[in-house]
């Protein structure tokens, strides 16, 4: 237990630790800058909220196709060359980004990186797991998602700043150097197959997602994933959009929002999961992060309502001066609640995919399973929530958004049930 008493800070002198959080930072920082520059493109192009809806079920559709073989590929492949195909193809996209300029280009670009960060994300998130010690994985898992976070953090500042100062041009381009600085990371100091241990010639792909399908936590947390992600991708597209949209809010201002959520992820998530390894009951730091995340969506919708009540701000930098309506306050205070939800809930689930999967000698599987949840609810989240806006009002959309999240948080308390080993897992130890 020395290496998780020690904190999130020595993980840094693990080389591939920090190649993999190389990959955690490019990605995260590159998703926070686009959600950014979507607010700014839906309102260049004035789109409706179903149209809005398409930025994010376009990122999701292609990596509902792909997830689930790519988590078998992983298992069974070399992780190192899909981190650096991965981190090749987000280039190719801001490169694509940079050029875009209609709406069909954004969504069709939005596919392209959905590809490439489901390909991060999953391959990523299964190495971190194949290499981390038993004992401090949820460490392990925690601090890689806390760099994901302050990187999230970065792209919501320095990313929302030079879209105000500069527009999308040089954006692109310093997202790209901090991803091809990714890959030299990865290039050099990560080992060459990471992850990946399952022998094919015992288990096909569907034998291996059968037979996690047939354990009742990965049931429980497969349900609570697909139900849950319809409430956040809709926090996640539309809040940056309600604020440039409803209240003219700028894109630095926007990415200011943002950052409060990001800042408590990045200053708790390594802390909370170490939590989990200490105290265990994995299950209930999900509902309790489920339950808060509800009530941070609830909040957004209060924004509509602060004129008059919370008092507008003038601050003046960089050459400009710039208003924050009583708004802007509101979103942050709420964006702050999520980023609490997420930190309590993240580390747990991840370590509980994680444990099911090496049951079967398939972590990568597991997490594809996680993904492709995520993905269902991604693909009509967004859509579906975005008719909802056209069709009634902002505050009715964001409370429907978090009625999702409150009634998958309830079944899953149902579902859920800690299982011992499977027998086949219990025998090879005996022997």
Do not use: C
């Amino acid at each position: 237990m020395a290496e998780s008493s020690s904190g999130s800070l020595r993980l840094f002198g693990n080389r591939e630790f920090v190649a993999l959080a190389s990959t955690a930072f490019a990605r995260s920082q590159a998703y926070s800058t686009i959600l950014i520059a979507l607010a700014l493109y839906a309102d260049m192009f004035d789109t409706s909220g179903t149209v809005e809806g398409l930025f994010g079920t376009a990122f999701a559709a292609v990596q509902l196709l792909i997830v689930l073989p790519l988590g078998r590929y992983i298992d069974l492949k070399d992780s190192k060359k899909f981190l650096l195909v991965g981190l090749a193809l987000n280039v190719a996209v801001f490169v694509g980004f940079a050029f875009a300029n209609t709406v069909e280009h954004v969504i069709l670009l939005r596919a392209v990186q959905g590809l490439g960060a489901s390909i991060l994300w999953l391959t990523g998130t299964t190495v971190v797991g194949e290499i981390s010690p038993d004992e401090s994985r949820g460490l392990w898992i925690g601090s890689y998602n806390q760099v994901g976070a302050f990187s999230s953090l970065f792209g919501d500042v320095f990313g929302g700043l030079l879209l105000f100062l500069y527009d999308f041009e040089l954006t692109y381009a310093v997202l790209s150097f901090f991803t091809i600085a990714a890959f030299v990371s990865v290039y050099v100091f990560l080992r060459d197959d990471p992850g990946g241990t399952a022998d094919p010639e015992e288990a096909s792909g569907m034998e291996t997602l059968g037979d996690l399908l047939g354990r009742r936590a990965i049931q429980a947390l497969v349900f609570f994933r697909g139900s849950f992600s319809v409430g956040k991708m809709a926090v996640i597209i539309f809040l940056p959009i309600y604020a440039r949209t409803g209240f003219g809010i700028n894109a630095f201002l926007i990415g200011g929002i943002m950052a409060g959520g990001k800042l408590t992820k990045s200053l708790t998530q390594g802390w909370v999961g170490d939590l989990t390894d200490r105290f265990g009951n994995k299950s209930r730091f999900i509902l309790a992060g489920a339950l808060v995340y509800a009530l941070g969506t609830a909040l957004i919708p209060m924004a509509g309502f602060a004129a008059g009540v919370v008092p507008s701000v003038t601050i003046a930098g960089l050459g400009h001066e710039m208003v924050l309506p009583g708004a802007f306050f509101v979103l942050f205070a709420a964006y702050s609640v999520l980023g609490i939800g997420d930190s309590l809930r993240l580390p747990a689930s991840m370590a509980l995919f994680v444990e099911e999967g090496e049951y079967f000698d398939a972590v990568g599987s597991s997490l594809s399973l996680r993904s492709i949840a995520w993905k269902v609810g991604q693909v009509g989240g967004p859509v579906l929530v975005g008719a909802i806006w056209d069709a009634t009002s902002f505050l009715v959309a964001f409370w429907t958004a978090a009625a999702f999240i409150v009634v998958s948080t309830g079944v899953f308390a149902w579902l859920f049930t800690a299982e011992a080993a499977p027998e086949q897992v219990a025998a090879f130890t005996d022997d």
